[in-house]
């Protein structure tokens, strides 16, 4: 009797794919403290579809457009989670005064002249072409015109959560705190299906904020699950006053007001005690940790090793151009991580992949994103950062995690993309001219001196 014939199954065709990159080093964020080696990421259809062994990818995916990335790192973009984008136009107008003399002299009094719809647009097409080139993809902003910010950022590519400002102040943009919330909340309601675009209620800070207006973001919190953003305790001047004024220092003021909680993302929180810290925590308050704006400010340094003991998650932001002078993220996590070891004499304080979620991941989380992006999780929107490793000031790499922290910097991103989009390739901007953004600079400059 004829034996039958013994047929191997036949291997599945590749999968055909929109990306495939080939770097030298993955982090992916999640799990945490890895680092894979001879791994391809592959994109398709603007997201993470597999963290892919180099030897496999081949027989598994068949991809439209290929990119090696020999000598890099490839990590989820950054994420600032506290920016004032369109002020970016104002860099380094008013530099080494302590804060309170800043505003009140020089960058309140140049807003209620210039800001409008056409500086905000052309300040943070600025600001984002500076984030991109720094390998920042998602930024969160507190400013005016919030619909322009929205041009400048649909233009370049980059993602963002914008501000419903809420302000008892009048400006150019809002005559009362209604006025404010009002108009960024019908912004929302025009924007709210763009595919890169995110809500935050953004009352300014305790000192410009009456409780009559945090009790109606609170109540708007809870009817539209939206976060809140907000300074807070940037000062130990700010809590005096609040002190003077109310009675309670601000925290306790925000607690009783309901502002606090597991979708509050306070900024800054310079002046801390035990007690404030012990409130953060027990709400589940996020911290955007702006240390380089509270250093050039004089607002004194964070107490990051107590919040991070007490188990809040503490992010990075940038702050404003006109208070920082940089939108640099990569170099806000490094000053974040030898601060906290300086201050206290303590040099495993914030190890590198630490640093690495907390300006990516844990960004992400406050943003009420962390479903979306801040790590390399197949289904994830691909959004990424390349950081080039084999130039003089970055070699030898003995761990890619620690050099992407401590040797290098935005001069070594050498291509970003957002939603699976080129936004940076080989330094250059793809969807903005930086010609354009750097004339529009200029011309603001001659407007502010004139």
Not at 19 to 35: F, G, H, K, S, T
Not at 273 to 279: G, M
């Amino acid at each position: 009797m004829a034996s039958m014939p013994n047929h191997a199954p036949h291997p599945s065709p590749p999968q055909p794919v929109d990306l495939i990159l080939r770097p030298r080093w993955l982090i992916p964020v999640e799990p945490a403290n890895q680092v894979l080696e001879n791994h391809d990421l592959v994109v398709h259809q603007g997201r993470i579809a597999a963290l892919s062994p180099r030897a496999e990818t081949a027989q598994r995916y068949l991809a439209s457009q290929i990119q090696d990335l020999p000598e890099h790192v490839l990590m989820p973009g950054l994420v600032n989670t506290h920016c004032h984008a369109g002020m970016a136009l104002m860099r380094g107008i008013a530099d080494d005064q302590p804060l309170q003399a800043w505003l009140e002299t020089a960058i309140w009094p140049l807003e209620s002249r210039w800001v409008g719809t056409e500086m905000v647009r052309d300040g943070t097409l600025l600001a984002c072409a500076e984030m991109l080139q720094a390998g920042v993809t998602t930024f969160n902003d507190m400013y005016f015109f919030p619909e322009a910010a929205f041009e400048a950022i649909d233009q370049s590519g980059i993602r963002a959560s914008l501000g419903i400002l809420a302000f008892d102040v009048a400006s150019a943009y809002g005559h009362d705190a209604d006025d404010y919330l009002n108009k960024g909340l019908a912004v929302r309601d025009t924007l709210r299906d763009h595919p890169r675009l995110s809500f935050m209620l953004a009352p300014h800070a305790p000192y410009t904020v009456s409780d009559a207006t945090f009790e109606r973001v609170a109540t708007l919190a809870a009817q539209t699950n939206l976060g809140i953003h907000i300074h807070v305790h940037e000062t130990q001047h700010e809590v005096e006053q609040s002190l003077a004024q109310y009675g309670e220092r601000p925290i306790a003021r925000l607690e009783r007001l309901g502002i606090l909680g597991p979708q509050t993302l306070a900024v800054h929180a310079v002046a801390l005690d035990d007690t404030d810290i012990d409130t953060l925590a027990r709400y589940n308050v996020h911290m955007a940790h702006c240390p380089t704006a509270n250093l050039k400010l004089a607002s004194g340094i964070a107490r990051t090793s107590a919040v991070a003991a007490a188990g809040i998650n503490i992010t990075l932001g940038t702050d404003g151009a006109a208070g920082n002078n940089r939108l640099d993220l990569l170099s806000e996590v490094r000053l974040a991580g030898l601060l906290a070891k300086g201050s206290h004499q303590d040099a495993s304080l914030f190890p590198a992949h630490r640093l690495l979620y907390m300006a990516t991941l844990g960004g992400a989380r406050a943003l009420g994103l962390a479903d979306h992006i801040g790590s390399l999780t197949p289904g994830k929107q691909a959004d990424l950062c390349a950081i080039r490793l084999d130039t003089p000031s970055t070699l030898p790499v003995f761990d890619p995690a620690s050099h992407v922290i401590y040797a290098a910097g935005r001069e070594h991103v050498t291509d970003v993309w957002v939603s699976g989009q080129s936004v940076v390739k080989k330094k250059q901007l793809v969807q903005i001219s930086e010609e354009e953004v750097s004339l529009k600079a200029r011309l603001w400059q001659n407007r502010f001196r004139g």
